[in-house]
T-cell receptor, first 113, second 110 residues
Framework: DGGITQSPKYLFRKEGQNVTLSCEQNLNHDAMYWYRQDPGQGLRLIYYSQIVNDFQKGDIAEGYSVSREKKESFPLTVTSAQKNPTAFYLC????????????FGSGTRLTVV | QKEVEQDPGPLSVPEGAIVSLNCTYSNSAFQYFMWYRQYSRKGPELLMYTYSSGNKEDGRFTAQVDKSSKYISLFIRDSQPSDSATYLCAMSAFDTPLVFGKGTRLSVIA
């Protein structure tokens, strides 16, 4: 079945550590997105990529980094510069042009310990 | 003013009620409008998609877009306990990322 796989489902990070969240899709979608969800905040855009080897900052990119070396993969690194990383992270993808909406993964819950 | 405003609720209704969920927006360039449903600790799933103005119906769900008022709505008829979830409106201009509302948490009580 086609879809988006995010891993791990739960992740714990110590203060000062970098961690990488995985996002893989087999939908042959061109564009991929990372959103952060906090209680009462809705979804806020971190980074997005519309083609391989290119990506753009979203509204809250500070403290995060991404890469897009393959069409099907869009990993997100939460760096130690992100001061409040505890949140639910969602990856999404779609064909360019937004004709069919986004398909979301099941999310990664990151907690700082 | 945020680009997309959505009352976070929570909203509690009895089973069988008609539910009305709404969002307002400020960006007149928005032309793609969507509603997503999100169960607790899951990824959002697309419920309804509308391009530009008008109504769209799918089973018990109806989406309305009024671009003149910058107002979109989702109606759920004959609501069921399984409809209990958070409903997120989302919208975008051409070839730009979706902007989401904060989501409205809905509980349908049996």
């Amino acid at each position: 079945d086609g879809g988006i796989t995010q891993s791990p489902k739960y992740l714990f990070r110590k203060e000062g550590q970098n961690v990488t969240l995985s996002c893989e899709q087999n939908l042959n979608h061109d564009a991929m997105y990372w959103y952060r969800q906090d209680p009462g905040q809705g979804l806020r855009l971190i980074y997005y990529s519309q083609i391989v080897n290119d990506f753009q900052k979203g509204d809250i990119a500070e403290g995060y980094s991404v890469s897009r070396e393959k069409k099907e993969s869009f990993p997100l690194t939460v760096t130690s510069a992100q001061k409040n990383p505890t949140a639910f992270y969602l990856c999404a993808s779609n064909h360019n042009g937004l004709l069919y909406g986004y398909t979301f993964g099941s999310g990664t819950r990151l907690t700082v310990v | 003013q945020k680009e997309v405003e959505q009352d976070p609720g929570p909203l509690s209704v009895p089973e069988g009620a008609i539910v009305s969920l709404n969002c307002t927006y400020s960006n007149s360039a928005f032309q793609y409008f969507m509603w997503y449903r999100q169960y607790s600790r899951k990824g959002p799933e697309l419920l309804m998609y509308t391009y530009s103005s008008g109504n769209k119906e799918d089973g018990r769900f109806t989406a309305q877009v009024d671009k003149s008022s910058k107002y979109i709505s989702l109606f759920i008829r004959d609501s069921q306990p399984s409809d209990s979830a958070t409903y997120l409106c989302a919208m975008s201009a051409f070839d730009t990322p979706l902007v989401f509302g904060k989501g409205t948490r809905l509980s349908v009580i049996a």
